[in-house]
C-alpha cells in the first residue's frame, strides 16, 4: 500500500494529466511531419549532413517523448495498483516532495544517483 494520502495522490494525478497535456501534442507533431525523402539526391556533403543531424536530432527527440509518455502511463498503472511512490530499488517511500518534482519518478533520490552513476553512458 502507497504512503500517499488521497489528496496527493489527485494533486499527483493532476501534474501526470499536465505533463501528459504537454507532451502529445509535441509528440504528435514530431509524428506527422513527413520524413525527408532518402532518395532525394544529395546537394552537396554538406546538406547530407546537416540532413542525417536534424533527422536523428529529431528521433531522439521523438524517443525522449515517447519515454515520457510511457513514463506517465506507467506511473498511472502504479497508482491504479496501490505501488506508487515506492522505490524500484530498495522497496521504500519516495517522499512526496520528490514525487511533486517529478512525478515519474520510480525511484528515492539515492539509489536513482545510484542507479545514474552505474548507466550514466
Ligand atoms: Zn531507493
Redesign the pocket.
Known sequence: MTHLDREQLAALGERLDRRERELDPLYQQGRDRPSPNPLREPQDLADTAEGVNEERDRAALQQHYRGELDDIARARERMASGEYGV??????E?PYERLLANPTAT??????A?HERTFAV
Open positions: 522505490c524500484d530499488d530498495c522497496g521504500l519516495i525511484r528515492c533520490a539515492p539509489c536513482q545510484r
